[in-house]
């Protein structure tokens, strides 16, 4: 399994600018969980999704800020219009969405920085 | 927030036991304790969990205490690829839930 995917691994963009972040879970994995990571805040979530559908988006920081789940392959996570402060590591990670399962497997990150 | 508390930073000789330590007084009867580690620019990985008993795996060993209050994590022979942010998250067992990362523990494993 190639594990969850995420795009682009960098993005620069200036300020203004759409962003989209991109994520493929794990093949079989119905839960997905989009996390944030700065050096002010450490590792917050952003929002989470079960079967497609979010359950919790209160860590979506601003109006400017929207994540979508078109199918159980796939997430976007939308920064429009994006500020310097919306530079970070951005996490995608997926697991079963079962009680009893321990573990979230994670992306590798998108490094965003809006100069 | 985060309901754990660990040091900052610990140093760790190559080649000897690293032993990480968590404060979770406030752990609810349904949650466990897991840890999670993050080498740099890496996503976190998952290392181990437990209830109450002591467990075991190829990565690590986690302790408890009777209590239930605090808990350790063993590396039993650090390496250099060791070195990362530890982190100590108390949740319920399911995974549909999400995790509450709180600042972690930087372990340098030193040659």
């Known amino acids: 399994d190639a594990g969850v995917i995420q795009s682009p691994r960098h993005e620069v963009t200036e300020m203004g600018q759409e962003v989209t972040l991109r994520c493929k879970p794990i093949?079989?994995?119905?839960?997905l969980f989009w996390y944030r990571q700065t050096m002010m805040r450490g590792l917050e979530l952003l929002i989470y999704?079960?079967?497609?559908?979010?359950?919790?988006d209160s860590g979506m920081p601003e109006d400017r800020f929207s994540a979508k789940m078109p199918n159980a392959s796939f997430s976007t996570l939308k920064i429009q219009p994006s500020e310097p402060r919306d530079s970070a590591v951005y996490f995608c990670?997926?697991?079963?969405?079962?009680?009893?399962?321990?573990?979230?497997?994670f992306g590798p990150g998108t490094r965003l920085t809006v100069l | 927030d985060a309901k754990t508390t660990q040091p900052p930073s610990m140093d760790c000789a190559e080649g000897r036991a690293a032993n990480l330590p968590c404060n979770h007084s406030t752990i609810s009867g349904n949650e466990y304790v897991y840890w999670y580690r993050q080498i740099h620019s890496q996503g976190p990985q998952y290392i181990i969990h437990g209830l109450k008993n002591n467990e075991t795996n190829e990565m690590a060993s986690l302790i408890i205490t009777e209590d239930r209050k605090s808990s350790t994590l063993i590396l039993p022979h650090a390496t250099l690829r060791d070195t990362a942010v530890y982190y100590c998250i108390v949740r319920v067992p399911s995974g549909n839930t999400p995790l509450v990362f709180g600042k972690g523990t930087r372990l340098s494993v030193i040659a």
């Open positions: 093949s079989g994995h119905n839960s």
């Open positions: 999704f079960n079967n497609n559908v979010p359950i919790d």
């Open positions: 990670a997926s697991s079963p969405a079962y009680d009893g399962y321990n573990e979230q497997f």
